[in-house]
């Protein structure tokens, strides 16, 4: 498998099953955990250098999530995405995020839109920086936030699960072929929109970062 990037899991700051999550999560957007392989959590504790339970327990955790599945005996198997899956999920997130950014730019005030403005930013900045980890964190941080604003705690949870399950995949391919920046860029665009009060126009802003993400997706064969 070859070692994962070291990464510094500090159990006093928080706890070490949801650092590790967090680093594993970090290894399928780098390409380090690869769709289609199984990975057991002794080999990967090993990597780590700690226990293997705790990593068993983070797999656990991104089983629920639809990111690996248990394969018995052996280990737990990244999940592969394919193109039927991207097509459902953004669907889906279209289904309910156009609309909502809608309901948002029409009730929402003002300084809690601008709060977002130093979100966006960021966003840009991780993907200038090629930090996907970075661009990944602001990314869902803004959506979510932004949704939020609507009111309904169940549409963000289901959202944010709807991203965990495709946003991990082809984003090293994205970033090296140039066109991250670009739909970093359109979180600023919207956030605009969004304070000019045009609500339509955020709308279809939205309409148009949700097929500029599928059509990126589109466009990576995978990891090689």
């Known amino acids: 498998m070859g070692h994962l990037t070291q990464r510094d899991l500090n159990a006093s700051r928080e706890r070490l099953r949801d650092q590790v999550a967090h680093a594993l999560r970090a290894a399928l957007i780098s ?26 327990e983070a797999m656990l955790d991104l ?7 248990p394969v ?14 991207l097509d459902q999920y953004n669907e889906i997130r279209a289904l309910i ?6 309901k948002v ?12 403005r130093p979100v966006a930013e960021d966003i840009v900045r991780a993907a200038r920086a090629h930090d ?4 990944l964190e602001a990314d869902r941080l803004f959506h979510l936030t932004l949704l939020g604003l609507a009111g309904n705690e169940r549409l963000v949870e289901t959202v944010g699960d709807l991203r965990k399950r495709s946003r991990l995949y082809g984003l090293t391919a994205l970033d090296e072929s140039g066109n ?5 860029e359109e979180h600023l665009e ?21 097929g500029h993400v599928r059509s990126l997706w589109a466009k990576d064969d995978g990891p090689s």
Do not use: Q
């Open 31 to 56: 390409g380090e955990l690869r769709p289609g392989v199984v990975y057991s959590a002794p080999t990967l504790a090993e990597d780590f250098g700690i226990s293997a339970t705790p990593v068993r």
């Open 63 to 69: 089983a629920r999530e639809g990111l690996v599945e």
């Open 72 to 85: 018995r005996n052996k280990g737990f198997r990244v999940t592969e995405v394919d193109e039927r899956d």
């Open 97 to 102: 995020e156009i609309p909502t950014v809608g």
């Open 105 to 116: 730019t029409r009730l929402a005030a003002r300084e809690d839109l601008e709060a977002l």
């Open 132 to 135: 996907l980890i970075g661009y």
């Open 180 to 184: 991250l920046l670009p739909s970093a």
């Open 190 to 210: 919207l956030l605009d929109l969004m304070l000019a009060g045009d609500a339509a126009g955020a709308e279809a802003c939205m309409t148009r970062h949700l």
